[in-house]
């Protein structure tokens, strides 16, 4: 009876080992095998935008480490809420990702009720794409010429100015309110859906002022075709040290900047969203890229995926004590 156990046990033993190794197998053929097929990467924001750019730039460049096409889809609406939530409803295989922002998963999840997803459930983060600065742009005729002078007109005029944003909610719209906020004035606001949009509204005077990121107007700053009054850094860009701070205007601690980062829906497999750091990674860190993000005015990061959950997480709490502090509604 004891040799037979021995037998069974040896055989189990066997079979196994055998089936572990043919699932091992099967694993690392089905990891070499992605991307087997086209990629699409959602944009949750129109063409033209800082959003839209940074992604355009990125995405042929992972193209080619991948060996696959990367097909943008613009899915703008709602913040960057709507392309985000096609995502989230998307197979979590790699053949899906999205180009989020601070806006469509650090601001709106966190404030919204109920929330429209989870940033750090209904997806996996893959990197930290880049940061920057936004910017407080007049139009040229504006007629006043610095912040100084805006917070003067804002209070002897309340309510009369207004200031355009890239969505409710953004990233912009809320460094406008805490402008609102820490200069004690009253402007109306006015969200866009998107960059582009406000720029030509900006440009032809249907609004006076307005908020953006700054790699989306950087280059009708320099063209004349709009006045940079202030970036919304604690210090000055260094890639555009023409442009002053708020804190130069007198209001000290006045910080707000943007970011961009590449996710997967959640569940995606590990070694997928390993993949895709690591070439975004590499990617980052060629001169090319990094010399294209910065004339952009946006300064390219890369980090590990766990580290990117970690400042998504940190990100959400930090808007939605803003908006408490503040009363800002969204709705």
């Not at 070694?271 to 975004?280: A, C, Y």
């Not at 580290?307 to 959400?316: L, P, Q, T, Y």
Request: hydrophobic fraction near 40%; charge should be positive.
């Amino acid at each position: 009876m004891a040799k037979l156990n021995f037998n069974k046990i040896c055989r189990f033993v066997l079979f196994s080992t055998a089936v572990m190794n043919f699932l091992f197998h099967m694993d690392v053929n089905a990891q070499g095998a992605y991307p087997d097929r086209p990629i699409k990467l959602v944009v949750p924001y129109p063409p033209g935008g800082t959003t839209d750019l940074l992604a355009r730039t990125l995405a042929p460049r992972l193209s080619e480490k991948l060996g696959q096409p990367i097909l943008i889809e613009n899915r703008a609406g709602a913040g960057g809420v709507i392309g985000s939530q096609v995502v989230t409803k998307s197979p979590a295989d790699g053949y899906t990702l999205v180009f989020g922002s601070i806006a469509s998963h650090g601001i709106l999840p966190a404030i919204q009720t109920p929330p429209p997803y989870d940033p750090l459930k209904d997806f996996a983060p893959v990197s930290l794409v880049a940061i920057t600065p936004n910017v407080l742009l007049a139009n040229t005729s504006a007629p006043a010429k610095n912040v100084a002078e805006l917070i003067a007109l804002a209070k002897s005029q309340p309510g009369k100015l207004n200031f355009g944003s890239t969505s409710l909610g953004g990233s912009p719209h809320m460094s406008g309110e805490l402008l609102k906020s820490q200069a004690k004035i009253q402007m109306v606001h006015v969200p866009y859906k998107g960059g582009a949009p406000m720029l030509v509204d900006l440009m032809g005077g249907q609004i006076q002022y307005a908020f953006d990121n700054l790699p989306s107007s950087i280059q009708h700053i320099r063209s004349g075709k709009v006045k940079a009054l202030a970036v919304t850094t604690a210090k000055r860009w260094p890639h555009a040290p023409e442009i002053p701070t708020m804190a130069e205007a007198g209001l000290a601690g006045y910080e707000s900047s943007a970011w961009f980062g590449l996710l997967a829906p959640g569940n995606t497999p590990k070694f997928i969203v390993e993949l895709l750091n690591k070439h975004v990674s590499a990617i980052l860190k060629q001169p090319e890229v990094e010399k294209i993000y910065l004339e952009q005015g946006a300064m390219p990061v890369g980090n590990s995926p766990e580290d990117f959950g970690r400042f998504i997480g940190a990100e959400m709490q930090k808007w939605k004590t803003v908006v408490n502090d503040t009363g800002v509604k969204l709705d």
